[in-house]
T-cell receptor, first 113, second 111 residues
Framework: DAKTTQPPSMDCAEGRAANLPCNHS???????VYWYRQIHSQGPQYIIH???NNETNEMASLIITEDRKSSTLILPHATLRDTAVYYC??????????????FGTGTRLQVTL | DGGITQSPKYLFRKEGQNVTLSCEQN?????MYWYRQDPGQGLRLIYY???????QKGDIAEGYSVSREKKESFPLTVTSAQKNPTAFYLC??????????FGQGTRLTVV
């Protein structure tokens, strides 16, 4: 599985959009980009994933560049409850073989008043 | 309700003692994973398993052992060979397609 790199920390004012970047320059054609977040002392929570098209759900939007080497998670109106560590990972979705699913150190997002 | 359950939530271990962390899922997922998280750090992969009676070492398997006798269960044993076992341990199950589901974690402390 391809590795990802993320900035270690970011700040965002409450009510503003939070844009979290992720670099995955060695991504393979069949690898999906997944985003999770972890609030202190809890298990990570799934946010969104995509292959090559932009995706949106009730939590966030995912923008994947045309060459798929990077992506951005967008929280459109950040609140204090969005303060967490955000992980970007890439994974092949297929049957029969468990992938060595690795997480990096993520981006610690601090939402402030 | 389908989900993944880790127990206990808190565990204390004496030096030199083996302890086993439980992970159970009723999501019918084949793949299960164990991660270790130290304060302020990301998740590091210990072991993972695709099917019953098969498992693979992750990046930090030394001092740990696992078994996969049932699809629903993937217990992790922290052995006395693990010199620094104090950490937060997370179990996950993952379907062939789609997102991973994580348990709420076990916090292990050596006393």
């Amino acid at each position: 599985d391809a590795k990802t790199t993320q900035p270690p920390s970011m700040d965002c004012a409450e009510g503003r959009a939070a844009n979290l970047p992720c670099n995955h320059s060695t991504i393979s054609g069949n690898e999906y980009v997944y985003w999770y977040r972890q609030i202190h002392s809890q298990g990570p929570q799934y946010i969104i994933h995509g292959l090559k098209n932009n995706e949106t759900n009730e939590m966030a939007s995912l923008i994947i560049t045309e060459d798929r080497k990077s992506s951005t998670l967008i929280l459109p109106h950040a609140t204090l409850r969005d303060t967490a560590v955000y992980y970007c990972i890439v994974r092949v979705d297929h049957t029969g073989t468990a992938s060595k699913l690795t997480f990096g150190t993520g981006t610690r997002l601090q939402v402030t008043l | 309700d389908g989900g993944i359950t880790q127990s206990p939530k808190y565990l204390f271990r004496k030096e030199g003692q083996n302890v086993t962390l439980s992970c159970e899922q009723n999501l019918n997922h084949d793949a299960m994973y164990w991660y270790r998280q130290d304060p302020g750090q990301g998740l590091r992969l210990i072991y993972y398993s695709q099917i019953v009676n098969d498992f693979q070492k992750g990046d930090i398997a030394e001092g740990y052992s696992v078994s996969r006798e049932k699809k629903e269960s993937f217990p992790l044993t922290v052995t006395s060979a693990q010199k620094n076992p104090t950490a937060f341990y997370l179990c996950a199950s993952i379907p062939d397609r789609g997102e991973a589901f994580f348990g709420q974690g076990t916090r292990l402390t050596v006393v």
